[in-house]
């Protein structure tokens, strides 16, 4: 073992919940609603999982696909699919058919398992070859409310013994959302995942006694890799909410659990800026870091948090899949408007213009980034990973700049840059400044070609919910005082909803599908 490997105190999910049960298994490491599952009992719920799925048939490097809500058995199946060498899967359980039918297939899944509440998804979706080795979460044993978690697996009596596993050994696989072309395994290491957890804790200063809570669905990176690992490698507790809905409940086992990091999107705190919360829950939440990622956050967003919430930071991270997933994070106190903050520790990022070179401070280029977070590849894609990761730089594919104190500030995604005129165009300027506008609640500029074949801006609006109308005409004279005029978008359209993905982010795709659906010209 190098020495920089003896920074990793674990080789594996499963040896992580060993080591924790083993020097102290009392402690909670789970809470879902009146219900408790200690670092101890956690171990000895995975063991028989693991012996269950071994009796299955599963085996070391065997793919298991997990088609979950958020619950204590998803935590469970993951150390369980750890201690035989597996590799767990976590699939978006928002996929229609079709998706999930796809991904199954392209992992090539030993095993499903899944919820009952997707039950029509899966039956559609299922391959043949795996219908038969669908584990259904009503198969489970001793979970809440009387149902059964893993029982079938005390038929086959001892525990298997757990494989001895490495730092580069495979952990999981998340699928890109698939923005061009089909969606894409990105391969994970116990190294790259732990490197998030060893870089966060130091960046953020999570500790044994910090309790989060989940109520994101973990089948996201961001969610399962900050939210779930990291709080357990440090020993903390995890309190799992299994539904969003009622919304009031996560302020509910926020106070009554004790909270103290709280993991959310853009979405929420926008709407947590304007809801009415009872004084005893500002006077008597523990909260002491709100943390945002998958999206950008907006800074009418960052400056009501902060005035609504003076004994709470919120700070802003950056990351993708394929970073295991995260790379920046603002550090609490020391955090800058509109930036993402510095790479954590041990990552390196740099700003690089085509050709790979590094640009000077300030100016705008491709952001790539290294460290021990990058992923091992795409799975069965060597192409498209030499396409991604060169020298073991991994391209992001977004844009941005660092300042001299190394924060760096996301300018867009180089897919969504727009080029009118031979002048480039940054959809995310003009909606930062939309989205200051008394009225509009979000935003999103894409690009499309008029009849002259040259490339446009046009906008879409969502508006607040006691706003009826907005005027096109007092939005581009607003729009004037601020950004240039070769900037303003040619047509801005209010729609009810812009599309947006599970954690929030606005698909821009359906929007340019939708404006190109009855194109004829051949731009």
């Known amino acids: 073992m190098s020495s920089k490997d003896e920074e990793y105190l674990f080789s594996s999910f499963y040896e992580m919940i060993a080591s924790h049960a083993a020097r102290g298994g009392r402690k909670t490491a789970l809470f879902l609603d009146k219900r408790k599952v200690s670092y101890g009992e956690l171990l000895k719920l995975a063991d028989t999982f693991a012996t269950y799925l071994n009796n299955r048939g599963v085996g070391k490097g065997d793919n298991v696909a997990l088609f979950l809500r958020n619950s204590i058995e998803y935590i469970v199946a993951i150390i369980g699919v750890s201690k035989l060498g597996a590799v767990s899967v976590p699939i978006n359980t928002f996929l229609k058919s079709e998706e999930l039918h796809y991904i199954l297939e392209d992992c090539n899944a030993k095993m499903l398992i899944a919820s009952a509440v997707h039950e029509n998804t899966v039956r559609e979706g299922t391959p043949e070859s795996i219908k038969k080795s669908t584990i259904w979460e009503g198969e489970l044993a001793n979970i809440i409310g ?21 730092l580069d050994d495979l952990a999981l696989i998340f699928y890109t959302s698939g923005t061009t072309g089909k969606p894409k395994g990105a391969m994970l290491s116990y190294r790259n995942v732990f490197s998030n957890s060893i870089a966060g804790s130091k960046t953020i200063g ?28 440090v020993k903390g507790s995890i309190v799992v909410i299994q539904s969003v809905q009622p919304f009031s409940n996560i302020f509910k086992q926020t106070l009554l659990k004790r909270v103290t990091l709280f993991f959310g999107i853009p979405d929420l705190y926008s709407a947590l800026v304007k809801a009415k919360l009872p004084w005893y829950f500002m006077r008597f939440n523990a909260i002491r870091i709100f943390v945002s990622g998958a999206s950008a956050l907006q800074e009418k967003t960052l400056d009501a948090m902060g005035k609504k919430f003076k004994r709470t930071t919120l700070i802003e991270g950056y990351g993708l899949s394929e970073a295991s997933p995260a790379v920046c994070v603002n550090i609490p106190g020391r955090t800058k408007v509109k930036s993402v903050g510095p790479p954590l520790q041990g990552y390196e990022i740099k700003i690089v213009d085509e050709n790979l070179l590094e640009v000077p401070m300030g100016k705008i280029g491709d952001i790539i980034t290294r460290g021990d977070n990058v992923m091992q590849g795409y799975l069965g894609k060597p192409e498209a990973t030499a396409e991604t990761v060169i020298n073991g730089w991994l391209l992001t594919g977004d844009m941005g700049y660092v300042d001299e104190d190394d924060y760096l500030f996301i300018v867009d995604r ?33 690009g ?46 209010t729609i009810d909803e812009l599309p947006k993905n599970a954690t929030g982010k606005v698909l821009k795709r359906v929007l340019k599908k939708e404006v190109n659906r009855d194109k004829k010209t051949p731009c």
């Open 448 to 493: 499309v070609f008029d009849e002259q074949c040259d490339e446009i801006p046009i906008a879409y609006i969502e508006l607040e919910e006691d706003v009826k109308e907005i005027q096109e005409s007092e939005v581009k004279q607003y729009l004037k005082k601020h950004i240039a005029n070769f900037k303003i978008p040619k047509h801005i359209y």
């Open 206 to 233: 999570v500790h044994s006694k910090d309790r989060a809570i989940v109520f994101l669905p973990m089948f996201h990176s961001f969610t399962l890799s900050i939210g779930v690992i990291l709080m357990l490698y």
């Open 414 to 446: 180089k897919k969504d840059l727009i080029i009118s005129k031979g002048i480039n165009i940054y959809p995310r300027e003009i909606e930062d400044v939309l989205d200051m506008y008394t009225g509009i609640k979000a935003s999103a500029v894409i």
């Open 146 to 166: 009387g149902d059964q978690l893993f029982s079938k697996a005390l038929e086959f009596g001892g525990s298997v013994e757990s494989r001895d596993l490495s």
